[in-house]
């Protein structure tokens, strides 16, 4: 189980657990985290749950594929820390991520 740290963009944090092997979608969406929309439920088919994932845990998330890079080309405010949290697969290595959500999404 990880513990995920999720900042809006107002500052606001949502601590929550999450299951190994969810996503970080799926884990805001089960526990309300407020302006991930989801929409199309993690098919990485749009850019509705763009993240910025805190820069000490870049390198232990990884980087996007090349599907997930096409998806965020949609998204606002991209950023080189920007991930699809339906992209990102959480593990007991990922235990105290913090991931920011950006003020608006695609």
């Known amino acids: ?46 850019a509705t749950c ?13 980087s996007a594929e090349a599907m997930e890079e096409d998806m965020l080309d949609f998204a606002y405010e991209v950023k080189p820390s920007s991930r699809l949290s339906c992209q990102v697969r959480l593990s007991d290595a990922l235990d105290g991520l913090v991931v920011h959500i950006p003020a608006q999404q695609a």
């Not at 963009?9 to 302006?35: I, R, Y």
């Not at 763009?50 to 990884?62: E, F, K, N, Q």
């Open 50 to 62: 763009h993240v910025y994932i805190d820069d000490a845990w870049a390198d232990r998330t990884g």
């Open 1 to 46: 189980m990880a513990q995920i740290t999720f900042v809006t963009s107002d500052g606001t944090k949502h601590e929550v657990s999450a299951e190994n092997g969810s996503t970080l979608m799926e884990a805001a969406l089960k526990n309300g985290v407020p302006g991930i929309d989801a929409e199309c439920g993690g098919a990485c088919a749009c």
